[in-house]
């Protein structure tokens, strides 16, 4: 079984954001079933936004539930996969969470290919910018 680490919101944060607002979570990920696949995330985004959405004010995205890991945008790979939608080593940016592995199925992701010439290289992704 595949293990995975994910950042969680432990409590709202006040003011500005401590350690103590978050926990590392190990977990266990399912086998992968037909028509799903799992993304490895090389870089994920800390946005202003991201601010709001700890919090639990009404917007334009629900608020991030407490023990629920982190929403953020990253950037990755497609690790394994059992559909043929996605291929393994297929690059792609979606919205996510913060942890490294994410199990996906098609039917409830956003695909946003990356070019052919795209290599996860730091130049290209030092930082994650997204406006609202």
């Not at 799992?38 to 539930?65: C, F, T």
């Not at 792609?92 to 990356?114: E, F, G």
Request: charge should be positive; include cysteine.
């Amino acid at each position: 079984m595949t293990k995975n680490r994910k950042f969680t919101l432990v409590s709202r944060p006040v003011g500005e954001p401590k350690e103590s607002d978050f926990a590392l979570v190990e977990e266990d990920l399912p086998e992968l079933s037909d028509g799903s696949f799992l993304v490895r995330n090389h870089y994920i985004s800390l946005d202003p936004a991201q601010r709001g959405w700890m919090s639990d004010a009404e917007s334009y995205m629900p608020p991030i539930a407490l023990g629920a890991a982190v929403t953020a945008s990253s950037v990755g790979r497609v690790a394994e996969s059992k559909t043929r939608i996605f291929q393994s080593d297929n690059g792609l940016s979606v919205l996510a969470r913060w942890r490294n592995i994410r199990w996906w199925k098609p039917a409830v992701s956003h695909r946003q290919s990356m070019p052919r010439w795209f290599r996860l290289r730091p130049i290209f992704c030092r930082y994650s910018v997204r406006s609202g």
